[in-house]
DNA sequence: TTCACTGCAAAACGTTTGCAAACAG
DNA sequence: CTGTTTGCAAACGTTTTGCAGTGAA
């Protein structure tokens, strides 16, 4: 709706990467310099409330915003620091069966290498 | 070592519940008035690098400490906000099968109902 | 006697929020 | 015109840290 929503949105769509929300802020702010950071925050919870991102919880440092909206899991590269995605498959239906309990949501936080990185060692 | 660490120690080997810095800190302090919140992340990290204890790092709200090392994951109940153990069983090498990537190590944060609010229910 | 550990308080970090002003519909 | 959204700055919750003093070995 409004120019800086729509500004954080293309930051988002138009990045490879998944962003933080500084990254995505100065990205932002870069094109629309009046930018603030608490609008970032508000506009990307708006955005994952309407399913438009995808909000990835880390343990440590800074949370992630993926443009990719269906549910898969992520892997931060100890190596460049990215975080990629990991083509899992029905991990939920697993764990449940493996545990036999009420299990409604998981997230994964797995660390290794990326494969750009494995490329280039 | 010191009495403060043994108290710290002993408040989390006494639980058999997976505690928060703060809720440690607090059942210390009862034993040992003096303790100071420093001190407890302090001897946290001493005892987690000593393989003692396990840091269980959460996304949302405060971490948690747990006397069980044996690798193994968690599920936070979202009726009565405890922390219990998840029998999983090879995580790691099945997502590592379905994934062909280079995975070093993983955490799991997930959600549900714990078997005790189920009988409860 | 030495060096690790403590208590304290301040800072760090990422994120959220109260407020008055600005703006979109 | 009205109600949502913004910028700002202050506050939040959790964790870390600098420092001078204390205490265990």
């Known amino acids: 709706m409004t120019n800086q929503r729509k500004t954080i949105y293309d930051v988002i769509i138009g990045s490879p990467e998944h962003l933080s929300a500084e990254e995505i802020y100065l990205r932002a702010k870069k ?3 009046s930018l603030a950071m608490g609008t970032v925050y508000r506009n990307l919870k708006l955005m ?7 909000h ?3 343990p440590d440092g800074a949370d ?4 990719t909206t269906s549910k898969h899991d992520h892997m931060e ?7 990629v995605d990991l083509p899992t498959h029905d991990l939920l239906g697993l764990i449940r069966e493996q545990t036999g309990m009420e299990i409604q ?17």
């Open 31 to 33: 094109r629309y310099p």
């Open 48 to 54: 994952e409330d309407a399913g438009e991102i995808l």
């Open 56 to 58: 990835i919880r880390t």
């Open 64 to 67: 992630r915003y993926d443009k």
């Open 77 to 83: 590269c100890i190596q460049c620091g990215q975080f």
């Open 105 to 121: 949501s998981y997230q994964i936080n797995a660390k290794g290498i990326c494969s750009e990185c494995m490329n280039k060692n």
